[in-house]
């Protein structure tokens, strides 16, 4: 049974200044030292114990590092989204993310904060400093709104400067970097975010970034625009916009497909806590109200003749792109463009194409992207459960056994769905790979 998805929890941030600080000889990180503490959901998240037994729920540490830190990464940190991206991207993402970044020497505990829309995922784990001889206590996976994230982290910045400036120190790297963002004004704000959530600062000169942004802002919508941010960096933006203005053109002068029977079955609730159970259950209201049955391979058959979706001759797929279609709903109708691919391909971009254009209910555009945002996991997860029924997959294999790539792909082939749509599925659903075939 999933969780239930309860109302985003409350991130808070103490900060307490000693009456009598110790002094380091360092003017920085002796003014900025303070007690800090860190609480989500209820749990602490700075709580340890030190290896001679003490417990505290605050760290008494210079947070100088730490504000820097923030002010120069703050809209990446608070809107960079992470992305179905490599190992080293997956380094570089916690550099924004990961509060261990700021340690600099000092105590910091194993926290990442992970945005993803609206929200932002904070995950703590148990960690041992060696150097501290202390250990930071709890495991934690939480939502907050990224709002309150902001807002506290707001008012950690705004404090400890103020308290360096109240000590003689008002021209840190710390004071410019908050000041250009304390002076970015809404409209200005906007532009903030679609930087910042490709992971770059908005405040270094991006001039083939900005040069695309503009040329692609006349073709596609500000939704899209926002999708294609989050899904890209600066490596893959100007590829990942030339995609996306030819999809956006070619949606335009695609033929209009019914969505009217999925509109009518109601939106979606997003109300569980992992993204995929909001796609798991999308996918079983659809099949309930189309008649399908939850172990039925030819189902998606079934799904796309209700909503008119007709798979045009299999093509030979373009470069690896994070865009995977372009759509658009007006009047109970969707307009697709999915990039030249085979067939099984296709299917699965239409489906998750469906689950986003279903999700917004009436009159808005998206991106289908690699992003790991929340609804465009949820997408992928519809996407799999119509292609390739988890049921079914118990029905062909049994439950809970070793299964070998070898036989997904069999069965990903008997019904059309591609192999690793499959393996992806099999995978979170318990299964387990063997190397044999």
């Known amino acids: 049974m999933a969780q239930e998805l309860p109302a985003p929890g409350d991130f808070s ?37 030190t290896d001679a037994g003490v417990k505290a729920s605050h760290i008494t540490v210079p947070l100088y590092h730490l504000v820097n830190w923030l002010a120069h990464n703050w809209w990446a940190f608070l809107y960079e989204p992470r992305k179905l991206n490599n190992e080293e991207g997956e380094k570089d993402f916690r550099t924004r993310h990961w509060l261990g970044a700021a340690r600099e020497g000092f105590v910091l505990p194993d926290v990442m904060f992970s945005p993803a829309g609206g929200n932002t995922e904070v995950i703590a784990r148990p960690s041992y400093l060696r150097f501290a001889q202390l250990t930071f206590l709890e495991t934690v996976s ?29 021209d840190s790297d710390a004071h410019h970097a908050w000041s250009r963002v304390k002076d970015t004004d809404n409209d200005q704000e906007a532009y903030c975010r679609l930087i910042g959530s490709m992971g770059l ?39 990942a916009a030339d995609v996306t203005s030819a999809m956006s053109a070619a949606m335009e002068k695609s033929e209009p497909i019914g969505m009217e029977p999925l509109l009518a079955v109601g939106r979606p609730s997003d109300g569980v806590r992992p993204a995929y159970e909001w796609g798991y259950r999308a996918s079983d209201a659809a099949r ?32 690896a792109s994070p865009i995977v279609g372009a759509l658009k709903v ?79 792909d069999k069965i990903a082939s008997e019904i059309g769905v591609a192999p690793t749509v499959v393996r992806y599925q099999a995978q979170n659903h318990g299964y387990e790979f063997s190397e044999a075939a």
Not at 142 to 169: C, H, P, W, Y
Not at 219 to 232: G, K, P, Y
Not at 296 to 315: C, E, M, T, Y
């Open 13 to 49: 941030v103490d900060l307490q200044w000693p009456a009598n600080p110790e002094k380091g000889g360092v003017a920085l990180l002796d003014g900025s030292l303070g007690r800090l503490g860190m609480l989500v959901s209820g749990t602490s998240l700075t709580s340890y114990q």
């Open 142 to 170: 939480s939502i907050v709104t990224t709002e309150n994230v902001r807002a506290q982290f707001t008012s950690l910045i705004d404090s400890v400067l103020q308290r360096l400036g109240e000590k003689g120190i008002k």
């Open 201 to 239: 600062s908005p405040y270094v000169d991006h001039p083939d970034i900005d040069k695309g942004l503009e040329v692609v802002a006349d073709r596609i919508t500000e939704t899209m625009m926002v999708d294609l941010c989050e899904a890209t960096n600066v490596r893959t933006f100007q590829r």
């Open 288 to 319: 309930r109200s189309f008649g399908i049955a939850a172990d039925d391979p030819d189902g998606s058959k079934v799904f796309f003749d209700k909503i008119g979706f007709k798979l045009d001759a299999p093509q030979e797929p373009a470069p």
């Open 330 to 408: 007006n009047a109970g109708k969707m307009k697709l463009s999915l990039g030249p691919t085979d067939i099984a391909t296709k299917k699965f971009g239409a489906a998750r194409a469906s689950f986003l254009a279903w999700s917004k209910g009436e009159n808005n555009s998206r991106l289908v992207t690699t992003a790991r945002t929340r609804d465009q996991q949820a997408s992928r997860a519809f996407a799999a459960e119509i292609l390739a029924p988890a049921k079914y997959l118990e029905k062909r294999l049994g439950k809970g056994v070793e299964v070998s790539p070898f036989q997904l």
